[in-house]
T-cell receptor, first 113, second 113 residues
């Protein structure tokens, strides 16, 4: 049973607009969440993280929102740029991040110029 | 910026042959992970090391896969014999002892023919 779910396999957004990538989780023990970006034939690159004691974390164009009651998090990218086109993975960990990350299946974002 | 080094980047091997992948984590990182990513899926944990000790290898197919980190620094993942279903990207990641973000290498692509 998938503990981390990314229900949208793909998303297309126009350059300059906002991209919103969603992630749901089922394990209530998860308390640390991360987003990774992956280009083809490369390893995932860490983007941004959030602890369960927060509901928002921002880093430049990237903001992650966490809704613990709904077991839902989202990554907002604004404004979207063509270089943001990649696969985005949501990942979660328990025990303040001291257990191995569990990944979703990813969402492929295409930013159209 | 320090990086996780992996080799080889690409490997084509015949079914039933042996194959090995090498990983050198970021200097000072105590925790090392091997993940496998099949196309269209998220990375899945194979094995986690803390220094030279295996912390979690519950998902490692031990009849054909082995992993070691003898001196608590670099690590080797071996598959013998390789099967067609082993074709995937093998990702190594490392993390600091007190941190909860892990950093991936570029990955090793395996194609079994």
């Amino acid at each position: 049973d998938q503990q981390v779910k990314q229900n949208s396999p793909s998303l297309s957004v126009q350059e300059g607009r906002i991209s919103i990538l969603n992630c749901d989780y089922t394990n209530s023990m998860f308390d640390y969440f991360l987003w990774y970006k992956k280009y083809p034939a490369e390893g995932p690159t860490f983007l941004i993280s959030i602890s369960s004691i927060k509901d928002k974390n921002e880093d430049g164009r990237f903001t992650v929102f966490l809704n613990k009651s709904a077991k839902h998090l989202s990554l907002h990218i604004v404004p979207s740029q063509p270089g943001d086109s990649a696969v985005y993975f949501c990942a979660a960990s328990a025990n303040s991040g001291n257990t191995p990350l569990v990944f979703g299946k990813g969402t492929r974002l295409s930013v159209i110029a | 910026e320090a990086e996780v080094a992996q080799s080889p980047r690409y490997k084509i091997t015949e079914k039933s042959q042996a194959v090995a992948f090498w990983c050198d984590p970021i200097s000072g990182h105590a925790t090392l992970y091997w993940y496998r990513q099949i196309l269209g899926q998220g990375p899945e944990l194979l094995v986690q090391f803390q220094d030279e000790s295996v912390v979690d290898d519950s998902q490692l197919p031990k009849d054909r896969f082995s992993a070691e980190r003898l001196k608590g620094v670099d690590s080797t993942l071996k598959i013998q014999p390789a099967e067609l279903g082993d074709s995937a990207m093998y990702l190594c990641a490392s993390g600091p002892d007190s941190g909860n973000t892990i950093y991936f290498g570029e990955g090793s692509w395996l194609t079994v023919v």
